[in-house]
Structures are given as structure tokens and as C-alpha cells.
């Protein structure tokens, strides 16, 4: 998958407020400023910067946690962005987006030294079925992961693989109960196939837009362990309420 860089290039207008936003040729330090908010919109969505949620992947007393981190709420202007990214094509907004979570990985991961930077580290979206990345065209989660990646560099040793695929197609979980849930996403996703130890010793960062059950998270979480990951960090662009 290739970042449309060209889209950078252009005005932007503020998605809230519709007010031209400065152009990245303008500014000396593009890469730290958003594209797709204005200065005085950007202020309606509150970054995260100490909340970390927990999944267990096994039961007690073999307790194996998964932190997740989300860079905002699920509400409001974030949830018309991340909507606007996922059904209207709006791919910029991955750009803006992956700022927030790479300023909420910092200030919750690096800052805490909860990552070394020395570590290997790889970088991984949740993937769509192949009949929806068909008819989409493209994964969001993707390129926030490829988006997040870029901004990490400076930071971490990483790089960008998809290791996971969907291996069966799912009912959209808009309006599934919790149980519900966990069983359209039992045994749905499973790790490409690689050398043996390929993922031994490593550190995953796995990507997705939102957090609402976790049950997707938690499937892939599981998978990755499963063929020899050492630890996962969940982060996503934001966390239903």
C-alpha cells in the first residue's frame, strides 16, 4: 500500500469548520501540524495521555494482558473524522489521526519506558476480509499504521509488516451485543505463514480505528501470540464509550 503524499500538497479545508487550513509547503514544520482540522477545531478532540485499558487473553491464573491504548473518545468530532476516513474515502485523515495516536503512545509508552527503543519492533494493522478491502479499496487501519509508523521512526526501531489475515468474512458489528461480538470474531483472523520464530522475541504494535468490545483485538492478539510474538500493544485512534 503506498501513502498518497501528493494529497499533502494541496489546501485542506478544516472538516469541522470548513476553514482553509494552512498548506504543509507553508509551514517549516509539516510533519507536527494537522491537514484536516484547523487550530481553533483542534481543540474539540482531548488526546489521551494516561489511560491504558487492559485484554486478558487467557484465563486465570495464566492471566496474559494486552495493553490498548486510544489516542481519544469515541464521540463527536473524532467519531465524524474516523467515519469520514472509513465511508467516504477521506484517506488524509489517517494522516491526522496517526498524530494523535503516535502523541498518545508517547506520552504513555516511550515517555514511561514501557518500549525500549532498541527493541525490534513491528508494526501491524487489523486487516479486512479480502471482499471488503475489495469493495472499500482500502484498510483504514492500514494507514494509520503506516502513518504511525512514519511519525515513529525518530522514536523506535520498526517497521511496517501485515502479518495477520482474515480468514472469514464477518457480519458488521454495529448493533451486536458483547457476546455477540466475540463469537462473529471467533477464529477470524489467523498469522500469515512465516520461518519458524519469525515473530520470536518481538514486539507488535497492532492497529485499529476504534476500540468498543475488543473482541477484534483480542482475536488478532491471540493469533500473534500464538505463532511466537514476546508481547502486543494495542493502539487505536479512539475508544467507544
Not at 495521555?49 to 486510544?70: G, R
Not at 489517517?94 to 514501557?114: P, Y
Not at 477484534?216 to 501470540?225: G, H, W
Request: hydrophobic share 40%; aromatic share 8%.
Amino acid at each position: 500500500m503506498f501513502l498518497n503524499w501528493s494529497a499533502l500538497l494541496l489546501e485542506e479545508l478544516c472538516r469541522k469548520c470548513k476553514a482553509p487550513v494552512p498548506s504543509s509547503l507553508s509551514m517549516t514544520k509539516a510533519s507536527s501540524l494537522l491537514l484536516t482540522l484547523c487550530i481553533d477545531c483542534r481543540q474539540f478532540i482531548e488526546l489521551n495521555n494516561k489511560t491504558v485499558l487492559f485484554l486478558n487473553l487467557a484465563p486465570e491464573p495464566n492471566s496474559l494482558l494486552v495493553p490498548v491504548i486510544s489516542a481519544t473518545s469515541y464521540e463527536g468530532l473524532a467519531q465524524r473524522l474516523i467515519r469520514r476516513l472509513k465511508y467516504n474515502e477521506d484517506k488524509i485523515i489517517a494522516r491526522d489521526m496517526s498524530a494523535m495516536m503516535f502523541d498518545t503512545f508517547e506520552s504513555i509508552v516511550l515517555k514511561q519506558r514501557l518500549v525500549e527503543c532498541r527493541e525490534s519492533i513491528i508494526v501491524t494493522p487489523v486487516p479486512l476480509h479480502k471482499a471488503k478491502a475489495r469493495h472499500r479499496g482500502y484498510n483504514q487501519a492500514a494507514l494509520l499504521a503506516l502513518y504511525f509508523l512514519k511519525r515513529s521512526r525518530m522514536k523506535l526501531r520498526s517497521r511496517y509488516e501485515e502479518l495477520l489475515e482474515r480468514t472469514k468474512e464477518t457480519s458488521p458489528m454495529f448493533g451486536l451485543s458483547r457476546i455477540e461480538r466475540y463469537q462473529n470474531v471467533n477464529m477470524a483472523f489467523a498469522c500469515r505463514r512465516f520461518s519458524p520464530h519469525y515473530l520470536s522475541g518481538k514486539t507488535i504494535i497492532l492497529v485499529d480505528d476504534v476500540f468498543t468490545s475488543g473482541a477484534t483485538l483480542k482475536e488478532c492478539a491471540r493469533s500473534l501470540i500464538d505463532s511466537g510474538a514476546e508481547s502486543i500493544i494495542a493502539l487505536t485512534a479512539a475508544r467507544s464509550l
